[in-house]
């Protein structure tokens, strides 16, 4: 269980490094976390570090950072993609649309793939920016200007589908996500203008929707519950979906007003939690649609972390917020800055710990 306090009695730093830019969370796996970063404007670097002492057990690097247009250089330029990882092999996405398979154990490349030699495909503006997907024996990625299965082992394309020109408005923002919906094992699979639902052995299309998004920044990873999907776009709705028999499109269930960003929500019996927009926190009926409450504003994204009926959210200023899921009001059972710099890197809980990827370096602090 997770204590009901913040402080440093309850939550103490134990070690910490510093790091250049990134905004891939940190990756927890056995005893090693794995974090990234972009090395002066040139190089991506990944390291394994022993979670619980910190001492740095590899890194491996290549050159191939980018710049990002004018209009979005407010957000920086670094690595973006928080890696995937089955146990044995560390997959990173880097910015200019490259894939690296790592040796957990050594940082040793396994393989790697360029999409764009690949696939002669376009750089992507804004980099790599959805993480892989690991299922089975494939990694699956929004890459190379659409969305393709590798084989883990090898690299090999085994298919790619969802063609889209990839460049400035076809490069993916939000992950994949694997599921089970009408008895079948599905991806689900949100462009920058649609959401689809991809046969895992075939790629085969089985439906397609399109999501309404300003300049298509549809974000949020796809979120499950009880058979539904629920969608939140930049200047569109929130909205919550279902799939019947053969249809080609999606059933809309309800649709609201509450406009979501960057921030992937969470569930807790039958209510969504959400990072809005305009920097409220909401809770969202899922059954009804309704909003139960929203908050004043909190950051400008958010990473939730879920235990029993507790959240942990971590804002990009550095405060760490200790909620407590009530359907009826907004519940904050303590709040604490974690970081003076900021940190976009998705918080990771292991345990007893909490790993924090600030933009200048990793912060690992046990719950006590």
Known sequence: QWPNSLDENHLELSWEVAHEPSYSGPVVVGNRVFTTETEKKKNEVVYAYDKITGEELWRTEWEGAMTVPFFAASNGSWIRATPACDGETLYVAGMCDVLYALNCETGDTKWHVDFKKRFDSPMPAFGFASSPLVHGDAIFVQAGGGFIKLNKTTGETLWRVAVNGGGMF?????????????????????????????????????????????????ILTPTVHDGTI???????????????????????????????????????????????????????????????????????????????????????????????????????????????????????????????????????????
């Open 230 to 368: 629920f969608t939140s776009a930049h200047s569109g709705r929130s909205q919550l979906w279902r799939h019947t028999g053969q249809s080609p499109s999606l059933e809309e269930i309800w649709s609201g007003k509450s406009q979501a960003y960057m921030s992937s929500p969470v569930v807790i019996t039958g209510h969504l939690y959400l990072h809005l927009r305009n920097q409220r926190i909401v809770c969202i009926n899922l059954e009804t649609g309704e909003e139960n409450w929203r908050t004043t504003p909190f950051g400008k994204y958010q990473s939730m972390a879920v235990l029993d009926d507790k959240i942990l959210a971590l804002d990009e200023t550095g405060e760490l917020l200790l909620i407590r899921a009530n359907p009826n009001k907004f519940d904050l059972i303590d709040r604490r800055r974690i970081a003076e710099n900021n940190t976009w890197g998705h918080i990771a809980v292991s345990k007893n710990q909490i790993f924090i990827r600030r933009l200048d370096g990793l912060a690992v602090y046990n719950w006590k």
């Open 170 to 218: 076809g490069s993916a923002f939000s992950s994949p996500v694997m599921t089970t919906l009408e008895n079948k094992n599905i991806l689900l699979v949100q462009t920058r203008k649609s959401l689809k639902g991809i046969d895992p052995l075939t790629g085969e299309e089985m439906w397609s929707q399109d999501i309404e998004a300003f300049r298509g920044m549809n």
